[in-house]
């Protein structure tokens, strides 16, 4: 009698986790069902469902891209294509005057030099500026852009280094960015139809660019 009694007790737990098991199991699965639900739908999967997927696939034979087209993304990646939207943009000058890139495209050959009074790369290319200021501001509007720095450091600077031209402020750097520049000096010529046709570092490259559409 009392074997039969023991016997029971020791059933009545082992039924009870076995219930509890098939309960955790039954919960697992409506998440799974989501997980797959939202792959279906197009919609992110779940932290864990990321975790486990491939975080990139190697592609076949087939699927590689030729040297053109990798050398075609990789353009497009540093610089603005040359049919692209030109950002526009207003800035202050240290002479105290609003100035748009849209009042000049159209109408005038552009060049934007985007730069800073601690580059010294910049500060090379002064002399230079001032010429193309002196000989070509009746066809070319050059447009001078300081990055980041504040207009009394940068109004000190152009009267120490006689700069003919005037200087724009982008001060938190916003014009910069849309303009994906990577490094100072940056230059950009705009052609009349409002195109970029030349984007780089020299500025002799942008001057002959330049000298190219007035046909000289």
Same mark, same amino acid.
């Given at each position: 009698?009392?074997?039969?009694?023991?016997?029971?007790?020791?059933?009545?737990?082992?039924?009870?986790?076995?219930?509890?098991?098939?309960?955790?199991?039954?919960? @697992?699965?409506?998440?799974?069902?989501?997980? $797959?639900?939202?792959? #279906?739908?197009?919609?992110?999967?779940?932290?864990?469902?990321?975790?486990?997927?491939?975080?990139?696939?190697?592609?076949? +034979?087939?699927?590689?891209?030729? +040297?053109?087209? #990798? +050398?075609?993304?990789?353009?497009?990646?540093?610089?603005?294509?040359?049919?692209?939207? =030109?950002?526009?943009?207003?800035?202050?000058?240290?002479?105290?005057?609003?100035?748009?890139?849209?009042?000049?495209?159209?109408? @005038?050959?552009?060049?934007?030099?985007?730069?800073?009074?601690?580059?010294?790369?910049?500060?090379?290319? =002064?002399?230079?500026?001032? #010429?193309?200021?002196?000989?070509?501001?009746?066809? $070319?509007?050059?447009?001078?852009?300081?990055?980041?720095?504040?207009?009394?450091?940068?109004?000190?600077?152009?009267?120490?280094?006689?700069?003919?031209?005037? $200087?724009?402020?982008?001060?938190?750097?916003?014009? +910069?960015?849309?303009?994906?520049?990577?490094?100072?000096?940056?230059?950009?010529?705009?052609?009349? #139809?409002?195109?970029?046709?030349?984007?780089?570092?020299?500025?002799?490259?942008?001057?002959?660019?330049?000298?190219?559409?007035?046909?000289?």
């Amino acid at each position: 009698m009392k074997m039969a009694i023991l016997r029971k007790v020791m059933i009545i737990p082992v039924v009870g986790i076995f219930l509890m098991a098939s309960s955790c199991k039954a919960q @697992k699965q409506p998440s799974e069902q989501t997980e $797959v639900s939202q792959e #279906k739908a197009g919609l992110p999967a779940s932290d864990e469902a990321r975790q486990k997927a491939p975080t990139e696939q190697k592609p076949s +034979a087939e699927q590689k891209p030729s +040297a053109e087209q #990798k +050398a075609s993304t990789e353009q497009s990646k540093s610089s603005p294509s040359k049919t692209m939207l =030109i950002p526009d943009f207003t800035l202050q000058s240290i002479r105290n005057q609003k100035v748009s890139l849209s009042d000049f495209v159209g109408n @005038k050959i552009i060049l934007i030099n985007f730069w800073a009074t601690w580059c010294p790369y910049c500060v090379a290319e =002064i002399p230079h500026l001032n #010429k193309i200021e002196k000989s070509l501001s009746e066809q $070319v509007k050059f447009l001078s852009i300081d990055i980041g720095e504040k207009p009394e450091k940068v109004q000190s600077f152009a009267k120490q280094k006689g700069l003919l031209f005037d $200087v724009l402020l982008d001060q938190q750097g916003e014009v +910069a960015r849309r303009y994906r520049v990577r490094g100072t000096p940056t230059n950009i010529v705009i052609d009349k #139809k409002g195109e970029i046709v030349y984007y780089g570092y020299e500025l002799n490259k942008a001057e002959q660019v330049i000298m190219s559409l007035l046909g000289k």
